[in-house]
């Protein structure tokens, strides 16, 4: 399957990514593409994946950050948006 929302090599730059989440919890969320992976200091999306699998692929490929292929739950993705560039 086709993965959405990849963010180009430039928009990379600036990123510094990839905690995963499992959006099937939230309301709205694309039942295809469940998984999400975060930027690590806002909560951003930087990927959706039809797979966990997918996702931990996508997350791992920022680097060795300890943060990097986490997963994270609705409420800890909620207080990373609400204070950015705090780290769990």
Known sequence: MAELNKLTEEELDNISGGM???S????GS???????VLD???CNVLGRFPSRDAA???ANSFGKNPYNA????WATV????AN????C
């Open 40 to 42: 690590n200091n806002n």
């Open 20 to 22: 995963i989440f499992n």
């Open 24 to 27: 099937a919890v939230v309301e």
């Open 56 to 58: 931990i692929k996508y």
């Open 70 to 73: 986490q997963e994270v739950d």
């Open 30 to 36: 694309d039942p295809n593409y469940p998984w999400e």
């Open 78 to 81: 909620q207080r990373l948006r």
């Open 84 to 87: 950015p560039n705090v780290n």
